[in-house]
Structures are given as C-alpha cells and as structure tokens.
C-alpha cells in the first residue's frame, strides 16, 4: 500500500499547507531530505484549542492536536517533495509541548504525532524522536510538530 492509500484508510486527507505566521517556509528539499518548519495543530486555519498541557488541555486533547499537527507537517513535506508517496520513510520527529510547569506527560502527547506517522508509512514511518516541554507556543497553540522526511 502506498502512503496516500493508507491515509485514506484512515479516513483523511492531507490537508492544505498552512500558511507561515512569520518569514519562513513551510518546508525545505535538500538532496533526498525534506525537512518541515513547525507545524501547529491548524483546522481550516484556525486552533481548535489553546493553552497549556497541565493546565486547562487535557492529556488526550493534546495527544489529538499532536496528530493534526502531523498532518499538517506532513502536507508541508508532501508538498516540498512533489507528493505523499515521494515520501519513503520518517527520518525524525520533534514535537513541542506547551506545558504547565507540573505537567510531564509530554511523551504521551507527542505519541499523536507518532502513531499517525506509523500508521501511514508503516515500518518505514519509525522515526527517532524529542517531545519537549516549553513555557509557550505561537498563537498559544498547545503543539507544534517539526518533521524530517527521506524521499524515494
């Protein structure tokens, strides 16, 4: 199955590539890599939620918010490398969590973004990974999502 066939499956579909909140590019090719900028959680350009893990955002709210994030960065990354199935694997992951400063479950959120990936690249979606805890993100959103993808 190819990765636009196994995002079907799973009912979605990448979504447009957001539109930069400052001067930067949602994604960059170099050579066989494609590495994205930050993604934030984006539905229909708007935050479905805002605030902190810990404090108002519950752990599985995060969980889903780090999924859409995903998405997102892997819209970017399709779109710098001329489509889904360009893409033949996850190289790594990096996932930001805006956290109450009690708050440590920030693997746990950043698994959303993982499992998505996994489920739509497979073994070829296994990736290495930091899920950060930081004070806050831009437009308060709860995640962000970087990725760095390898190309067929």
């Known amino acids: 199955m190819t990765p636009t ?10 979504p447009a590539v957001a539109t930069p909140v400052g001067a930067y590019v949602p994604a960059r090719r170099e050579g066989s890599r494609v590495t994205t900028s ?9 935050l479905p939620l805002t605030g ?20 997102n960065a892997l819209a970017a990354a399709a779109d710098a490398a001329g489509g889904l199935d360009a893409i033949a694997g996850i190289s790594r992951v990096c996932v930001y969590v805006a956290s109450d400063p009690g708050f440590t479950g920030q693997a746990g959120v950043a698994n959303g973004a993982s499992e998505l990936l996994g489920a739509v690249f497979g073994a070829a979606g296994r990736h290495v990974r930091s899920a950060v805890g930081v004070a806050v993100l831009p437009l308060d959103a709860p995640v962000e999502v970087e990725l760095t993808v390898t190309l067929a």
Do not use: F, I, M, N
Not at 38 to 46: E, F, I, R, S, T
């Open 5 to 14: 066939s196994r995002l079907a499956e799973l009912g979605l579909t990448l």
């Open 38 to 46: 930050g993604q934030l959680p984006l539905v229909a350009g708007a």
């Open 52 to 71: 902190k893990l810990g404090a108002g955002v519950t752990p599985e709210q995060g969980h889903d918010l780090a999924r859409t994030a995903a998405l």
